[in-house]
């Protein structure tokens, strides 16, 4: 699985909400059971698209995405190479 709960992830695809894609969200929670594919709950903070197949439209800040829709996005790591100070 690409993600687990806690992680940021950006959405690299949406089938039926293209609007949706690039958007940061927070994973929540897993879809249990998981029909045939993993699912994942996330929570943005700005409201998504979310389409439906027989064409209406709401705006949620809540919704269901595809493990393989979802890629984690990682930080600077605690630890880095730059120094704090300038050395003259």
Known sequence: ?????GDLAIIV????AP????RIVEVMRR???DRLFPCWIVRSGRPLVERWENGSVEMVFERLYRDSC???VSGLSITDDIKDEVTV
């Open 70 to 72: 979802l890629r984690p």
């Open 31 to 33: 879809r249990i059971p």
């Open 19 to 22: 609007e949706n894609i690039g």
């Open 13 to 16: 695809s949406s089938r039926l």
């Open 1 to 5: 699985m690409n993600c687990k709960p």
